[in-house]
């Protein structure tokens, strides 16, 4: 009994805590390292949350670096009006490489499943080359995904934005090494650490605010794969997917074609956290279609230059 | 809830994969999808049963050709700790992995297989636990199913180890018997062995004490970046940002700053932007001081009475990463705390065999996963304390300056 007495003296830190402190270190230190950063923001619970620890990290200046969003045009509505409610609230720059845009232009061509997935990674390389971006934060995270697992916190990229796993630089203590040569890069993974728990635990702590999509709400959707998608512009039904109502609410948001809702009661950030510390399937698992094509789908995604 | 980094350190013969997924299991952090996938490629695999080294062994080389390269991160949770798992892989050329992976740990687990006993690796194991000061050990006995649960074998495995323990540096040992293939040990109390009387594994994971490691004594305060807004309402703020490497620093105290030495007193501390009275270690907090001295990044604010090292001269114990050996003569980049400086190597003392921690004193050079002692002259002074005081202070990289590839993990002996 001694023992837990011991545990709650003060000068503890939580699980949250200690996450924070690291995850503002590493913001602060790409600051302090690299010329010209930048911060992935989509709107995504993952974002918002890296976005408001850059907030906490240089407080009280501003967020030194404008933030970059690459819009594959299959966007949520509700997602992309709260990108610009943060964008205007964190007073940051917003740049966006548009996927549309370089169709258009014959610099990608659209994918025959749909899905703007994979032909966003030359969109996000040409923007980031455009701005000279020499690192990019982005807020995915170990638990998500196995290629995810082995990736660096600091994660080096050639000149054509490839991951090299087999090459990583080792990364010890809270030591990074973000040095680069002209025309390479770093990927920077500040919530590398967090799980999916501790992200809407760390909303709650902090009542930050997401997109309504994350919490359930009436949504008509059909089913397909054992997912239920929403019926939209994004995501037609076949003749043989009937379409329901359902209360659903999403766990992740990505290409509005292929991100799935869950069946979901919880329409509070407490009774996200209550279904998030009991389920069973992965949030990628449940919502994402473009992991399914193989065992080593991201690998091969982050070869080319994926986040 | 708090949070608990270790280290597992093993081959996938002595089970550390099976362990690890059995961990994840029975604690129910597996989730339905993963484990089907993992079902899905040991089928494709022809395996007769569930490969649970699936679920930690990411890359297609690792499952290819069935082993972990590189160090993978898992997460799972009890009702009372959240723990972050480094699986490091354990064969010799992979010593960096394993390195890299002890370097944040709180704790290391070391497998070895109840058949085999002690072996030339687990005693390299267990030496790169104590070189990286990990402060808790636990020695994990597997396969006692194969050795018919038998105490006899357990005590004399366990007695050889501890002979070899005593002449490395680990306070706190535990050694446990288990079988992770069968569970027993791991999660719950197993009924083969009632002679056992320690806890199971997952028990101790959940409650070994690990407030007392963090170092709240050296005040260290790294700068890592100024703050200085362009803003009218903050005109005249100037704030140091950083992470507290060690200690507690409060409003009021006298403070110095290295390597100037100047004299000041902390007049605000600001967490997250909202004004504290004391902030300690491993918080990111940022530093405002009375008086308005020069302090840039890679200074550190110390107490006056409690200082490191201020020195160009420093003695390591250096853990090499790169293919290209380490010879008296070169120049790196080397990075500690926040500071960025030069480093020549002087000389090598010894280098260390890290299976029987024989000193070769002829050595010339380091080759890759090598570990030896090593003098470094840098072209301007490290704040530095000795590794085995402070992990944070004590340790840095080295970085070669043409590839900028992260090559050499230092740890200081003396500064």
């Given at each position: 009994m001694i023992d837990t007495d011991r545990r709650q003296t003060k000068r503890h830190l939580t699980q949250l805590q200690v996450l924070e402190a690291e995850a503002i270190y590493i913001i602060r230190e790409v600051v302090a390292e690299v010329e010209n950063p930048a911060m992935m923001f989509s709107g995504g619970k993952d974002s918002i949350v890296m976005l408001h620890l850059a907030a906490k990290a240089f407080a009280p200046s501003a967020i030194p670096f404008p933030v970059l969003h690459i819009d594959t045009g299959h966007n949520f509505p509700e997602v992309l009006e709260f990108r610009d409610l943060c964008v205007s609230k964190y007073r940051v720059n917003l740049v966006v490489g548009s996927v549309q845009d370089a169709i258009d232009r014959n610099v990608v061509f659209e994918d025959r499943s749909g899905s703007r997935n994979r032909i966003q990674t030359p969109v996000l390389l040409e923007t980031a080359a455009k701005h000279g971006f020499n690192a990019l934060m982005g807020g995915a995270r170990r638990d998500e995904e196995k290629a995810r697992a082995k990736e660096r916190v600091f994660s080096f990229r050639d000149e054509f934005g490839q991951w090299d796993p087999k090459s990583q630089r080792p990364e010890l203590w809270s030591i990074y090494n973000a040095q680069v040569h002209v025309g390479e890069s770093i990927r920077v993974f500040p919530l590398s650490n967090w799980t999916e728990l501790d992200i809407w635990e760390y909303i709650a702590a902090e009542g930050i605010g997401v997109p309504p999509i994350y919490y359930a709400h009436q949504r008509e959707v059909f089913e397909r794969n054992g997912m239920w998608f929403a019926a939209n512009n994004f995501c037609q039904p076949t003749a043989n997917e009937p379409t329901e109502v359902k209360s659903v609410r999403y766990r992740t948001v990505g290409d509005a074609t292929l991100t799935a809702a869950v069946l979901s009661e919880a329409d509070t950030v407490e009774k996200v956290i209550e279904e998030v510390s009991v389920t069973r399937i992965t949030e990628r698992g449940a919502?994402?279609?473009?992991?399914?094509?193989?065992?080593?789908a991201m690998e091969d995604r982050k070869k080319e230059g994926y986040f | 809830m708090d949070l608990l980094r270790f280290a597992t350190a093993g081959s996938v013969d002595d089970g550390k994969s099976t362990l690890i997924g059995r961990l994840l299991y029975d604690s129910k952090s597996i989730f339905t999808d993963q484990l089907e996938a993992v079902e899905r490629a040991s089928v494709s695999m022809g395996a007769e049963y569930t490969e649970l080294a699936l679920l930690t062994d990411g890359l297609r080389a690792e499952r290819e050709q069935g082993i972990t390269i590189d160090v993978a991160y898992r997460y799972f949770a009890t009702a009372k700790r959240k723990f972050i798992i480094a699986d490091t892989p354990g064969h010799i050329q992979y010593t960096r992995n394993m390195v890299t992976g002890a370097s944040t740990a709180d704790l290391a687990i070391v497998l070895v297989d109840a058949r085999k006993g002690i072996l030339e690796q687990s005693r390299r194991h267990a030496f790169l636990v104590s070189l990286l000061r990990v402060p808790h050990l636990v020695l994990a006995i597997n396969k006692m199913d194969l050795v018919g649960w038998s105490e006899e074998r357990f005590e004399e495995i366990r007695d050889e180890f501890i002979e070899f323990a005593a002449k490395l540096d680990i306070p706190d040992l535990t050694v446990i018997p288990v079988s992770a293939l069968t569970g027993d040990n791991v999660v719950s109390m197993s009924d083969n062995m009632p002679w056992y009387t320690g806890t199971p594994l997952l028990n101790h994971l959940e409650n070994?004490?690990?407030?007392?490691?963090?170092?709240?004594v050296d005040g260290r305060f790294p700068v890592q970046y100024v703050v200085r807004p362009h803003s009218n309402q903050f005109h005249d703020y100037r704030g140091y940002a950083g992470k507290i490497a060690s200690g507690v620093m409060k409003v009021g105290d006298e403070v110095i700053v290295l390597p100037s030495g100047m004299p000041s007193r902390i007049s605000g501390i600001d967490y997250g932007g909202k004004a504290v009275e004391e902030a300690f270690a491993p918080m990111s907090v940022t530093v405002r001081l009375e008086d308005d001295i020069d302090i840039s990044r890679g200074d550190m604010i110390c107490r006056p009475n409690n200082q490191p090292e201020v020195s160009q001269d420093i003695d390591a114990m250096v853990a090499w990463m790169s293919d290209e050996p380490l010879r008296p003569g070169q120049k790196f980049a080397i990075k500690h705390t926040t500071r960025r400086t030069r480093a020549f190597?002087?000389?090598?003392y010894y280098e260390l065999d890290v299976n029987t921690l024989h000193r070769n004193e002829g050595a010339s050079a380091l080759q890759l996963n090598m570990i030896g002692r090593v003098k470094l002259r840098t072209t301007s002074p490290l704040l530095a304390d000795p590794y085995s005081r402070n992990r944070e202070t004590g340790g840095f990289v080295l970085i070669d300056e043409r590839s900028n590839a992260t090559v050499g993990a230092g740890m200081v002996v003396r500064a």
């Open positions: 919502t994402r279609g473009d992991d399914k094509f193989s065992e080593a | 070994v004490y690990v407030g007392s490691d963090r170092n709240l190597v002087k000389d090598i």
